[in-house]
């Protein structure tokens, strides 16, 4: 199942999510195909996540997996969150943890630097 | 039409993938009056007492595993009783959850949950939940005040 897209801007790449929930059925999918990038060698990442409407607890933590397997080698910066989204990050303070703005510019601004 | 008055109820395998079309219908049926970013907590919620039950009621995936979910507003209140055969909540384990899961500090990376946060996710967005153990079912009283 494919579930991310991504472009390249440069040395950022940014990963789109092609589903418009990340839950418990597809947050495995989607942690092992940001990892595999990972692998492959992008370690500045934009996550965009202006076509999600729904994360769960499952698909937080498989973006926390993310950034853990980052190591500190490496950025993600998260952008676009719908209003609601952004409350789910607030509720379990994830929004201490990531670093998030508005805009994609600004995320690729961000994780370019 | 269930939406009408609010109500509905919806039986699933405990599968992950029944959860988003049960979500979808709850959803329909959460009333405008809570706003869009209560409506999202209510359907996290029980979004994640099913996770909850698919995880840990029925780690053996039994073939004949159900969950049963059914809702109504009663104008005052938004309430989801949420029913399953499948192993009971360990005792305490609810209480556990109340809040402090998300005491961890961000700036240490490690530290930081994975995973674990469903209840304490659910205590957080309903103003009651109750759990009990009826006989061989689980039942899972939810509800969110306007």
């Known amino acids: 199942m494919n579930i991310i897209d991504i472009t390249k801007q440069g040395e950022v790449a940014v990963v789109s999510l092609v589903v418009r929930r990340l839950d418990a059925s597809n947050a495995l999918a989607f942690k092992e195909a ?32 993310v950034l853990k397997n980052l190591g500190g080698n490496g950025n993600l910066t998260i952008c676009n969150l719908k209003g609601p989204v952004l409350n789910l990050f607030k509720l379990t303070r994830m929004d201490k943890v990531f670093t998030i703005v508005d805009s994609t510019e600004a995320a690729v601004a961000r994780a370019g630097s | 039409m269930a939406a009408a008055d609010n109500s509905g109820q919806c039986t699933i395998a405990a599968s992950p993938d029944q959860v988003a079309p049960l979500a979808d219908r709850l959803r329909a049926d959460i009333p405008a009056v809570f706003g869009d970013d209560d409506r999202y907590m209510i359907e996290l919620g029980v979004v994640e007492a099913l996770n909850n039950i698919i995880l840990h009621g029925y780690p053996s995936h ?56 469903g209840l304490s996710i659910v205590n957080a967005v309903f103003d009651d939940v109750t759990y009990r153990r009826l006989g061989d079912r689980n039942e899972l009283e939810l509800s969110k005040r306007v």
């Open chain 1, 34 to 65: 940001m990892v595999a990038r990972i692998a492959g060698g992008d370690r500045r990442l934009v996550l965009d996540l202006a076509g999600v409407d729904f994360i769960d607890s499952s698909g937080l933590g498989a973006i926390v997996s």
């Open chain 2, 62 to 117: 039994r073939g004949d595993a159900r969950i049963t979910v059914s809702w109504a507003f009663d104008g005052g209140s938004f309430r989801i009783s949420v029913t399953d055969n499948g192993l009971p909540i360990p005792e305490g384990r609810l209480e556990a959850a109340r809040g402090q899961v998300f005491e961890f500090d961000p700036e240490v990376l490690e530290k930081v949950p994975e995973g674990g946060l």
